[in-house]
């Protein structure tokens, strides 16, 4: 700043500067750093200084063998194919400063936000094993906030930079701070990543491109437990509808680009 006297106030690039007389509120843009990243239908330049990437529900109770879909008889192998690109495509983002930001299921306890319809998905019949319920492996509660059950798999390290949301619905958008961060943060431009990909990271996409962020599925990085159809469907929509589709092999070689 011109005056060393001025103090900043928030995050950038939402950042006023003041003092006891001025109050800065020109929000100097971020230093663009541009790539090019190929895409299913085009190549894309985009800005990685308001790039982000979400990493939804690759937890325990979606992806171990121990976890709340296992209990119930779903064949979770599927979900855990995200794991091994992630551990490469992960570390290199977090290197050209690419916030990475895990959305993951992690209810109150108390489930006072949580809708009978929610509650009724994976326990119909309402005798089963359902949101807040011990697993039957380790007594963990079925996501919730601070279990294992909630936490992230093991093979996926969390850097302390990393930025965390719990979310509440297929949604990481709705009634969830999510928006607000990425928008003081000055992030544009969102990476799509997780589990299940026509699912929770669909909703999310779609609820990010409604409120105007440019998306963009990562697909090898993202995975689901449903039939192949679902995916073909997702990754046909997300392309016709709702932004684009790429792999982590070109958000790599986009990485190197600068």
């Known amino acids: 700043m011109a005056d060393s006297n001025l103090r900043p106030l928030g995050v950038e690039p939402n950042v006023w500067w003041v003092d ?3 109050a800065d509120v020109s929000r100097q843009a971020l230093q663009p750093r541009l790539a090019t990243l190929t895409t299913q239908t085009k190549q894309l330049r985009v800005d990685l200084s308001k790039t982000a990437c979400l990493v939804i529900d690759m937890q325990n109770d979606f992806c171990h063998p121990d976890g709340w879909l296992a209990s119930i008889g779903v064949d979770v192998a599927p979900a855990r194919r995200a794991i091994e690109p992630l551990q490469g495509l992960l570390p290199s983002l977090r290197s050209a400063q690419v916030p990475v930001v895990w959305v993951n299921w992690g209810n109150r306890p108390d489930l006072l936000n949580i809708s009978a319809g929610l509650r009724h998905v994976y326990n119909p019949n309402g005798a089963g094993v359902g949101l807040g319920d011990a697993l039957p492996a380790n007594g963990a509660p079925v996501l ?11 093979e996926l390290e969390q850097g302390p930079q990393d930025i965390w949301v719990d979310k509440y619905r297929m949604s990481g ?8 961060m990425l928008r003081n943060l000055g992030k544009t431009t969102l990476l799509f990543a997780g589990v299940n990909i026509d699912q929770c990271v669909m909703a999310t996409l779609q609820d990010a491109n409604f409120l105007g962020y440019d998306c963009i599925l ?4 993202s995975a689901t437990t449903s039939p192949d159809y679902c995916t073909l469907a997702t990754v046909y929509n997300v392309n016709q509808c709702f932004g684009f589709v790429t792999d ?3 958000i790599q070689a986009a990485l190197g680009q600068v």
């Open 173 to 180: 958008f709705w009634d969830t701070p999510l928006d607000s």
């Open 248 to 250: 982590s092999a070109a």
């Open 218 to 221: 990562v697909s090898d990085c």
């Open 20 to 22: 006891d007389q001025v």
């Open 144 to 154: 919730t906030k601070g279990s294992w059950a909630a936490a992230v798999v093991d």
